[in-house]
């Protein structure tokens, strides 16, 4: 036979509410972790399409020297140099960290007693 001193109405009740603050709030650090990603994901394609575009205009003023000023060739030379270097360092830090993401893990933490059988 079960004993079921333990387990009165107020504990069950608290271990339920208990139960459903845990799923909320594994849920929302479930979606927090969705639009995390989300946004690395935009911001890697965004970061792309910027170094596409200073690549291709520094290259156009590097290959044409003499159609511009020397300030603008060496300020060309810069700018790509530090938006690869800039690309590279961001790649390293926020994708291929593996600290940087969040890992999802358990929030049920268990204190319901457990029932004696007799």
Request: aromatic share 8%; proline share 5%; charged share 15%.
């Given at each position: 036979?079960?004993?079921?001193?333990?387990?009165?109405?107020?504990?069950?009740?608290?271990?339920?509410?208990?139960?459903?603050?845990?799923?909320?709030?594994?849920?929302?650090?479930?979606?927090?972790?969705?639009?995390?990603?989300?946004?690395?994901?935009?911001?890697?394609?965004?970061?792309?399409?910027?170094?596409?575009?200073?690549?291709?205009?520094?290259?156009?003023?590097?290959?044409?020297?003499?159609?511009?000023?020397?300030?603008?060739?060496?300020?060309?030379?810069?700018?790509?140099?530090?938006?690869?270097?800039?690309?590279?360092?961001?790649?390293?830090?926020?994708?291929?960290?593996?600290?940087?993401?969040s890992k999802l893990q358990p929030t049920t933490q268990s204190s319901i007693p457990n029932p004696q059988i007799e």
């Amino acid at each position: 036979m079960v004993n079921n001193a333990g387990l009165d109405p107020v504990i069950i009740e608290r271990a339920a509410e208990q139960l459903r603050q845990e799923r909320e709030t594994f849920n929302q650090a479930k979606k927090h972790d969705q639009w995390w990603f989300v946004l690395r994901l935009v911001m890697g394609g965004t970061s792309v399409v910027l170094l596409i575009s200073v690549l291709a205009i520094s290259a156009y003023i590097l290959f044409n020297t003499i159609d511009f000023p020397t300030t603008v060739v060496n300020s060309a030379g810069v700018a790509l140099f530090v938006d690869v270097l800039g690309m590279l360092i961001g790649v390293w830090k926020i994708v291929l960290n593996p600290s940087f993401t969040s890992k999802l893990q358990p929030t049920t933490q268990s204190s319901i007693p457990n029932p004696q059988i007799e």
